[in-house]
């Protein structure tokens, strides 16, 4: 009986940054053993500058504070490494690809998200992996994928959006378009990903062969908005931005409440949840417009109506009125701020967040756990994410049974160690 | 490729959903070689009457994000309002290894088609019910879309123009979201099973799904005690659209010499307000008003791959005609040409990921009930009488 999902899995993790760390965090979640390998000079850069400075840096530690040993303590590290074992390990060296080696031989999957040629050029590519672990399933995250003329191009989560088609149909009506600056492709990867690799995992179960799964996150992006794909490829018509609406519902809009910056929700996808909204309302003159009665006829005014219920909803506090709306049958959500988000009532009755105190920060923080929850698998509490290097001894001795006098040689050149030594800047 | 070497080849999933997240998790165990059967209403799924449809005309065969959606499925029309309609989902349940639904919470305990009866009847059955807020809580009657999903999950408020209301992100993202995460959580849950015998419920609530994949609210607010707000563009106008170009961000040392070489502007390589990254943060709309200058006059395609050439991480806002035509998805075969007996063939976008060299499963959306007799006669052994009759009474 497995306690969780993915216990007894072993993943080699040279993940960074967003995308490939919010894969093996799910992973972890779901009972997978993590080992997050870690260079001292090239380190993940949510880790931070060895000697933070100025306002942008100092952001992300708790209450600003860098405190002794800043690259343990920063909040998007945290968030996105708990329950991972973490090594240091220099594999631009001889020494340290021959360890790489090693320990791919132990795992059953490897996670990168590296450009796609930087892994080839180590010598540690998949072929290369491969032979040396002919069992292994390798899940490359890459921008493009791994093949392609512009394989080698370099991607955030906000030039995703753009190249993979998002941003050109997001924007205001009749307006530019825009970025979500929520980089939304990175963690939807993440998520998805998950199911890939155990396509991969079970594949290799199966044949008793590993396989490269060659994960793009522009073409995921793109499976984001068929419609709108399918709108060119059948009827050639070229879709644009056009704000918060849809085809369908009316009225649909983000409408302002009371207080600072406050904002529901409000979609009406039938004629019997627009006589609840009037209903709720309180039958205004304006509502009983029989032009109203029909989607139709709701879509033609979508002007007129936006004004009126934005007089409308700023009498109220923006949850008030979503459950005042919602008891009536209307989909309302209340535009909640991250503060907000921490203390919802539905989230926190479900027991959704996390809340832990990272050692080395001394405080309870709120993180967020996973987008399913699993009967024969659930989530357990998590260890903070790991200090830089904190479980050399455990993963170079332990698990991969190096000597003793085999890892003091990597430590004394340098291949093996827990200072960071990255350039400040 | 025979259906059983295939990845999810040994694999039947009933598919009880309306709206994008079910069918999307569905769309991808299909593709992935699992025999997936959409079990409609008599008249239909509600997905059908999704918009844009083929030529413009209205008609259940002919909804754009139904073709997408529904893949290598098979269908058969079912009431499962009707007693007797419950009674032969019951039997087929026997015969499958994962259910994905995503009535409102109570609706399949009432009909008797909730996971205690029908992992009684089946205990290797993997059930997955999809829902605007789960299956418990004070929100569980609460009704949920697109924008309602993004701003109860805290996804809304940072998106859009700092003097403007916020602005959702275009097109369903994030019930494709949900939708994946279903995916993701099946998978772990078949991979589970094929070491224990055992299925399992899984709880997927949109809201946790899209409360999931924000990335920073949350954090920021517990870690600093501030929220993020909406942030004005970065993108620039070029000739023909819209680049980002991305100098504010980490290059390397020699790009933005480079740059200014090729802007002809030579004497901004060693203007202090740009000389590092750090500095060209600080100066972004000094940096913008620079860059923009010379945007404007290149085309957007051409400034992206100058750009990445210069090793900057530019990107250039492609429109769903460019996509059609990009190089890179177009060597990468991303595009299926998938005909259709009543929309006609066109060419389909396809799947995120590659899993060694199995093909995906890329064959049209099935025809509202179309495997009626296949399934209910050729699996179930109902007769044709029986079918007549159960046709009269409405249940299929």
Known sequence: ?425 | MADTERILGDITVLELSHDIPGAYCGKLLAGLGARVIKVEPPNGEGDRDMPPFAGDVHHRERSLPFLYLNTAKQSVTLDLALREGQQILRRMVAGADVIVESFAPGILAKWGLDYTTLSSLNPTLVMTSITAFGQDGPYRDYLINEIVAAAIGGLLYTMGLPEREPLKIGGDAVLYNAGGSAFSAVMAAIWQRDVTGSGQFIDISIQEATATSQIHSSIEASWIYSNPGRRSSVLLEAKDGWVAVGVESGVSAETWPRLCDIMDRPELADDPRFATTFARRDHREELKAVVSDWVRMQSKEEVYHLLQGLRSIAGYVATTADLYRSPQLVERDFFQMIDHPVAGPASYPGFPFRVGDQPWMQIRAPLLGEHNEAIYAGVLGYSQQELHRLHEKGVI
């Open chain 1, 1 to 425: 009986m497995l306690s969780r999902a993915l216990d007894g899995i072993h993943i080699l993790d040279l993940t960074q940054v967003a995308v490939g760390p919010y894969a093996s965090f799910l992973l972890s979640t779901l009972g997978a053993q993590v080992i997050k390998v870690e260079s001292n000079q090239h380190p993940d850069i949510t880790r931070g500058a060895v000697e933070p400075t100025g306002v942008e840096q100092l952001k992300q530690y708790p209450g600003r504070v860098p405190g002794l040993r800043p690259w343990n303590r920063g909040a998007l590290f945290n968030q996105r490494n708990r329950d991972k074992l973490s090594i240091t390990l220099d594999f631009s060296q001889p020494a340290g690809k021959e360890v790489l080696k090693r320990l791919a031989a132990i795992c059953d999957a490897l996670v990168e998200n590296f450009r796609a040629a930087v892994m080839d050029r180590q010598g540690l590519g998949w072929e290369v992996l491969h032979a040396v672990n002919p069992r292994l399933v390798y899940l490359k995250l890459s921008s493009q994928g791994n093949t392609g003329p512009e394989r080698n191009y370099g991607s955030m989560g906000s030039t995703l959006e753009q190249t993979g088609g998002l941003v050109s149909i997001t924007g205001y009506r009749s307006g530019d378009p825009l970025m979500s600056n929520e980089t939304y492709p990175d963690p939807v990867t993440g998520i998805i990903s998950v199911g890939a690799l155990i396509a991969g995992l079970r594949l290799a179960r199966r044949t008793g062969k590993g396989c490269l799964v060659d994960f793009s996150q522009r073409e995921m992006t793109v499976g984001l908005l068929p419609a709108a794909m399918m709108d060119y490829a059948f009827n050639g018509r070229v879709q644009g931005p056009v704000g918060n609406r849809d085809a369908v519902a009316a009225p649909q809009g983000v409408y302002p409440c009371a207080g600072e910056d406050m904002w529901i929700a409000i979609a009406v996808q039938s004629d019997a949840q627009w006589q609840a909204l009037c209903q709720v309302i309180g039958n205004q003159d304006w509502t009983r417009d029989p032009s109203l009665r029909t989607g139709a006829g709701r879509r033609q005014r979508h002007d007129q109506i936006d004004a009126k219920l934005a007089v409308w909803t700023r009498g109220f506090d923006h949850y008030d009125l979503m459950h005042r709306l919602q008891r009536r049958g209307v989909p309302a959500g209340a535009v909640l701020k991250g503060s907000e988000l921490l203390v919802d009532a539905q989230l926190e009755a479900r027991g959704w967040w996390e809340d832990l105190a990272p050692p080395e920060v001394g405080k309870v923080h709120r993180f967020v756990t996973t987008p399913w929850r699993m009967s024969a698998s659930p989530f357990r509490p998590s260890t903070p994410a790991p200090s830089l290097g904190e479980h050399n001894d455990t993963v170079y001795l332990d698990i991969l049974g190096l000597s003793r006098a085999e890892y003091a040689s990597l430590q004394n050149a340098g291949i093996i160690s827990t200072e960071p030594r990255w350039l400040r800047a």
